[in-house]
């Protein structure tokens, strides 16, 4: 079973910057779409921001277009999410997540097979 762990959130100011990571443990890591998710109480899971196994290919939710991207190294069997220009609307905790091998610019919260625990994001207007 592999291990999603996030880390890099915090408490920022809206226009300022973090960059959030995904440690994952095993050896499986580059065969797989990874994607990065949020949520806020009582709201659904959105996804935010997906990249293929290679790391060739990515896709945003419109939100956050232009703002954040993400990105893998393998090697190191972690992912990233830059987040540039916070707003307060991006205040939420953030998952990062395994795709179950559907295409990997799904943004359906059941193709995506393994989740880690989240880290908080908090945007201060």
């Known amino acids: 079973q592999v291990q999603l762990v996030e880390s890099g959130g915090g408490l920022v100011q809206a226009g300022g910057s973090l960059r959030l990571s995904c440690a994952a443990s095993?050896?499986?890591?580059?065969?797989?779409?990874m994607a990065w998710f949020r949520q806020t109480p009582g709201k659904e899971r959105e996804f935010v921001a997906t990249?293929?196994?290679?790391?060739?290919?990515?896709y945003y939710v419109d939100s956050v277009k232009g703002r954040f991207t993400i990105s893998r190294d393998n090697a190191k069997n972690t992912m990233y999410l830059q987040m540039n220009s916070l707003k307060p609307e991006d205040t939420a905790v953030y998952y990062c997540?395994?795709?179950?091998?559907?295409?990997?610019?799904?943004?359906?919260?059941?193709?995506?097979?393994?989740w880690g625990q989240g880290t908080q994001v908090t945007v201060s207007s």
């Open positions: 990249i293929s196994w290679s790391g060739d290919s990515t």
């Open positions: 997540a395994r795709n179950r091998a559907a295409p990997y610019r799904s943004m359906k919260t059941d193709d995506y097979d393994s």
């Open positions: 095993g050896r499986t890591f580059g065969s797989y779409a």
